[in-house]
């Protein structure tokens, strides 16, 4: 028998593993919708919530404040069963994410599924001497800019999903599971192989690309449109993998078969 071969699934955030976008709910939910308007069209959007961030603290909100807001984002339970029961199988599951370390780090805590992923892949956030909430773009867009046409300037998701592939990741055993929505999600899967996996969000920005030519994406396309139907789509995925590595089967240690979760 040859050597086990190693699931990766990688989840984009915003509207993909949460079903609204973080930013906004908390543009929204903290009333900065009208400045966040009016500064919209005159800055990069990482440096546009920064600049939220720097609003709250002159109002006296602290960041635990900015935490209690995120806690309030809701979490479809298909999806949240669906990540614990792939993560207890012994997948790898890797965050990769336009939003930021503290709102996702915050949301996932809330829902008890931080541990389950080995990886988050987003702009840095910090809380500094002050007690401000600082967002910093994950490129740095002015001493090395990635120079990807295809992304926006503070993060090129091409590159990261090029070192997963760089790594022993990128091992012919491997299999990589994308899910995603944004146009932000089109580069990482022109890197995708013929064995891996898509999973676009049907009817946003991303499946929109793919479907423009769709000769452009080697992996297997498998679409979505809500909580139930991705935690469906993915568990399906994944029992067809297994079925088709028979002579290579994955790395699975935990006694339940997929098939045992609830949809």
């Given amino acids: ?7 990766v699934v990688v989840f984009d955030f915003d509207r993909t593993l949460i079903d ?6 908390v543009v929204t939910e903290m009333g900065l919708t009208q400045l966040f308007r009016q500064l919209y069209p005159t800055m990069p959007w990482t440096s546009l919530m920064n600049r939220m961030m720097r609003e709250l603290h002159s109002q006296g909100k602290s960041v635990e404040d900015i935490a209690e807001c995120l806690k309030r984002v809701p979490l479809h339970p298909q999806v949240i069963s669906s990540i614990r029961a792939v993560h207890s199988h012994g997948c790898q599951l890797k965050i990769v994410s336009d939003a930021n370390r503290f709102f996702i780090e915050t949301i996932l805590k809330q829902h008890g599924l931080l541990h389950c992923f080995s ?3 987003t702009n840095p956030a910090f809380e500094d001497e002050e007690g401000r909430l600082r967002i910093v773009p994950f490129h740095d867009t002015v001493c090395s800019p990635h120079g990807c046409s295809l992304c926006p300037p503070n993060m090129c998701k091409g590159i990261v999903l090029d070192r997963f592939l760089a790594s022993e990741l990128g091992d012919e055993n491997t299999r990589f599971i994308y899910l995603g929505d944004g146009k932000g999600d089109y580069c990482p899967c022109l890197k995708l192989r013929t064995q891996d996996f898509l999973m676009p969000r049907k009817g946003f920005p991303l499946w929109e690309k793919i479907w423009s030519n769709r000769n452009l994406v080697k992996a297997q396309v498998h679409e979505w449109s809500n909580g139930d139907d991705l935690a469906r789509t993915l568990i399906d995925l994944l029992d067809r993998i297994l079925k088709n590595l028979d002579a290579c089967p994955l790395d699975f240690t935990h006694e339940a078969p997929l098939r045992s979760i609830p949809l």
């Fill in 20 to 25: 609204c976008d973080s930013d906004n709910w």
């Fill in 1 to 7: 028998m040859g050597k086990a071969a190693v699931l």
């Fill in 119 to 121: 990886e988050i892949i």
